[in-house]
């Protein structure tokens, strides 16, 4: 019997000594192993040794990428008159943006003159016989066109820049009974459209910056 209480002493004293010793955990605060696990899992508060590998320190707190500059789709600016379009090509030259710029011509022409005219008379007799009755109303300033295919025959009586002073001439010939005395627009020179593909944001607000000096221009996507 006292064999039996001795033992059951030495290892109730060897309990407290584990215990003691922390060997057997802390059972203060209800702590529980899930919660042990938690605490030991707070990646947030984690620093990589001194004199850790290069390797360790970046699987300890991830790089982030620097981001990448995306490219805008396609886009377009026109309508340009031949002279604004010089002077938009020199501006955007320093960019030297290459490929990612195009020019294009488009449908659309810019009248350079209009011309005050008697339609063909379809012979060079009925020419001069109309410019005898222009001569009659008392309009001299005229040529017979007798060059030009398309208006071979037909009485120029002036030609000019700006269509206002063309419909100020056909005003007074009306007046003096010259009725039958048209105005045709001249000129061949298209309009110009320049395409940008590939073209970041920094380069986009560049482009724009110089568009600025080039008032009524429009701004459309392209494919």
């Known amino acids: 019997m006292l064999k039996f209480i001795f033992w059951c002493l030495l290892c109730l004293n060897g309990v407290l000594l584990a215990y003691g010793q922390g060997m057997l955990g802390n059972f203060k605060g ?14 947030d508060k984690l620093a990589p040794l001194p004199g850790a590998p ?19 789709a396609c886009f377009e600016l026109g309508n340009f008159a031949e002279p604004q379009a010089r002077r938009f090509e020199a501006r955007l030259a320093p960019l030297d943006l290459g490929e ?8 659309e022409v810019d009248v350079t003159s209009y011309m005050v005219i008697i339609p063909p008379q379809g012979s ?14 008392g309009v001299t300033n005229f ?3 007798s060059d030009n295919a398309p208006l071979k025959w037909a009485i120029s009586l002036g030609v000019f820049k700006s269509e ?3 419909q100020s001439l056909l ?27 590939g073209i970041d944001a920094a380069a986009r607000a560049k482009i724009d910056d110089i568009a600025e000096a080039f008032p009524a221009l429009e701004t459309r996507g392209c494919k």
């Open 100 to 107: 990612r710029v195009s020019r294009q011509a488009l449908a």
């Open 54 to 72: 290069a390797a360790l320190a970046a699987a300890a707190v991830p790089v982030l990428a620097a981001p990448r500059a995306e490219a805008l």
């Open 124 to 137: 060079r007799e009925a020419a001069d016989k109309k410019a005898g009755e222009l001569k009659a109303l």
């Open 143 to 145: 040529f017979i066109v």
């Open 171 to 197: 005003a007074t010939l009306t007046r003096q009974g010259v009725n039958s005395a048209r105005i045709n627009p001249r000129g061949a020179a298209p309009r110009l459209t320049y395409q940008f593909r």
């Open 30 to 43: 209800n702590e529980r192993e899930p919660a042990r696990i938690k605490n030991q899992l707070n990646i």
């Open 164 to 166: 206002t002073a063309a």
